[in-house]
C-alpha cells in the first residue's frame, strides 16, 4: 500500500530538479515575448461549471471531462480547455468595450480520454487571445506571436501549418450535411488523412461530381502558396474562396514580418474544437508527433456569454515542447549559481548575517547547520542537485573557506571581504 502511494495516477507525472527549472524558465521566457506583444496577464479557476464546456460551446466532448459535483449538485468539470474561460471572462469583464482585447495565461488543462494512454492527460499551456479584432492584420499577428515564441524557446527547425475552418463549413453546407455526428466523422477522417474513409462518407451522399472531387482531394491540400491556388481551382463556392483569399492575404502579412519560411498551409487540417470559424494552425518540430502550438480564430465563441465579440487564438503546449527541446538536445543546462553556506553552531550569527547580505543583493543563499558527518564529496554532490554553485564554510574566527562546487578547489577569504 505504501508504495502504490509513492505512484502518480496514469497520465500525470512529478516534475522537479532540473526538468522543472527548465520548465519554468520556458514559461518566463515565452510569458516575456507575450508581455512584449502588449498581451496581459489573467487566471481563470482550474474547475468551472460543466456549462462554460458544454457541447454547444464546441469544446472537448462531456466524455473526456473531469466532472464532479459541488455541495449544491451542480456539475463542475476541471477544465479541459482555456479558451471558453477567457471567452467567459472577456464578456463579463469587458462586456461594453470595443477596442482591442489582449490577454495572456499559463495554466494546466485536464483532458480523460483514454486515447491519451502514453500522453499527460494534465497538461500546461501557455496562450494568448485577442479579442475584439477581425483584420487580417490580427490573424497574422498572432501567427507571428506564435513563431517568436518557438524561436524564443530556442527552436531552429519547426513548421507552422496554417488551414481555414471556413473552407471546410462552406464545402459542408454546399454538401448539405447536417446531422453532427456525420460531419464530426468527417472531420476526423480529413484530418486523419483517411483517403478510403472519406471517399466512403461523401460516396453515400448525394452531390456533384465537382464537389465529391473537392472532398476526396482535401486530405492531400497541403503544401506550399501554390495548394490554395490549387484548391480555388476546384470549387466554385465562394465562401471557400473566401476562405483561401484571406489565407493568401495573411501569408502577404506574415512575408513582412519575415516568417514565411516557417510558413505552410493545409485545407485539410481541422480541430477537433468545433468553436474554430476561420484560420487554424498547429506548429509541428522534430521530437514529438504532437504539436508544440495550436491556435485559431473563433468568432462566435465570446457571443454565447453575451458579448458579441471576434477573437482569435493561441496556445503554446509546453509539455510538448520540453519534449522537443529535450529530443532535440535544445534545452540548456541551467547554471549554477545559487550559494550554500555551511555554519558550525558557533559561528550561526555571522552565517545569518552574511546570508542577509547576501539575499538583499539578490543571490539566493542556502543557510545549512553543519552536519559532521556529511564528508565534503557528498557536499559536492548535493550541490550539483540542487543548482549550488559555491559553498562556503563558517568554521572559523579567522576565515571563510570557499568551495568552487563543479571543481571542488576550495580558497580562504576574511569575513569582511564577502560583506563588500
Sequence with gaps: MKDKLLHTPEGVRDIYNAECRAKLKLQHDLHQVLEQYGFCDIQTPSFEFFDIFSQERGTVSSKDMYKFFDREGNTLVLRPDITPSIARCAAKYYKDEELPIRLCYIGNTFINNISYQGKLKEATQLGAELINDNSI????????????????????????????????????????????????????????????????????????KELKTIFFKLPELF????????????????????????????????????????????LGMLSKLNYYTGIIFKAYTYGTGEPVATGGRYDHLVGQFGKEAPAIGLAIVIDQLMLALSRQKLIPETEASDTLIIYTENFRKQAIALAKHFRKEGMTTILQKSITTVELSQMLSYAKQWNIGGILLLDSESEIKAIESSTGSVSSAQFSEFLN
Excluded at 157 to 169: H, N, P, S, V
Excluded at 232 to 259: C, D, M, P, W
Design 137 to 208: 492584420e490580427a490573424d497574422a499577428e498572432m501567427i507571428a506571436l506564435t513563431i517568436d515564441c518557438l524561436l524564443k524557446s530556442g527552436l531552429k527547425e519547426f513548421q507552422l501549418e496554417i488551414g481555414d475552418a471556413d473552407f471546410f463549413l462552406a464545402l459542408i453546407e454546399e454538401a448539405g450535411f447536417h446531422d453532427e455526428e456525420e460531419i464530426q466523422n468527417l472531420r476526423i477522417l480529413i484530418e486523419n488523412k483517411n483517403m478510403f474513409g472519406v471517399e466512403e462518407t461523401v460516396m453515400a451522399k448525394d452531390m456533384s
Design 223 to 266: 503544401g506550399n502558396l501554390d495548394v490554395l491556388k490549387l484548391a480555388k481551382s476546384f470549387t466554385l463556392n465562394q465562401r471557400a474562396h473566401g476562405a483561401i483569399e484571406r489565407l493568401e492575404q495573411i501569408y502577404e502579412v506574415l512575408q513582412e514580418y519575415g516568417y514565411e519560411k516557417y510558413i505552410s498551409f493545409d
